[in-house]
């Protein structure tokens, strides 16, 4: 059963490693603030990305609007090594997904800040 559980994982993390190398990656700033809008150009279009410190859950929440701050998708709960949108059907996020690269369990406060966490968008 122990050989079975290391093959899996092994076979999770080649899988991964491909996903990366024919993904185009971009890096996402993550500000030091509780609640924050930032502007960025995805794939040549203007998104505004919310990112909220909820204090009592201890998580970060992520919001996706649009470029005059219409809500496209919000109150994505923010989890390490998970396509964060995933499951939201939306056609202009079905080949491109946010992500947050980290070797952590749970993302902390100062964790994009103190280098712990990089949070990026992948796209074919």
Same mark, same amino acid.
């Given at each position: !059963?122990?050989?079975?559980? &290391?093959?899996?994982? /092994?076979?999770?993390? =080649? +899988?991964?490693?491909?996903?990366?190398?024919?993904?185009?990656? *971009?890096? =996402?700033? #993550?500000? $030091?603030? $509780?609640?924050?809008?930032?502007? #960025? *150009?995805? @794939?040549?279009? #203007?998104?505004?990305? /919310?990112? *909220?410190? @909820?204090?009592?859950?201890?998580?970060?929440?992520l919001? =996706?609007?649009? @470029?005059?701050? $219409?809500?496209?998708? *919000?109150?994505?709960? %923010? %989890?390490? +090594?998970?396509? &964060?949108?995933?499951?939201?059907?939306?056609?202009?996020?079905?080949? /491109?997904?946010?992500?947050?690269?980290?070797?952590l369990?749970?993302?902390? +406060? $100062?964790?994009?800040?103190?280098?712990? !966490? %990089?949070? #990026?968008?992948?796209?074919?």
């Amino acid at each position: !059963a122990c050989r079975h559980k &290391l093959h899996k994982k /092994r076979s999770w993390l =080649i +899988r991964r490693a491909h996903w990366r190398q024919v993904m185009k990656r *971009t890096t =996402i700033s #993550v500000p $030091n603030l $509780n609640d924050s809008f930032e502007k #960025v *150009t995805l @794939n040549g279009k #203007v998104y505004y990305l /919310r990112f *909220t410190w @909820n204090d009592y859950e201890q998580r970060w929440m992520l919001g =996706i609007y649009d @470029n005059i701050r $219409n809500p496209i998708m *919000t109150c994505i709960k %923010v %989890v390490p +090594r998970y396509l &964060l949108n995933l499951f939201c059907g939306l056609d202009e996020f079905s080949e /491109r997904s946010f992500y947050v690269e980290t070797e952590l369990d749970e993302i902390k +406060r $100062n964790d994009f800040v103190d280098g712990k !966490a %990089v949070f #990026v968008f992948y796209q074919v």
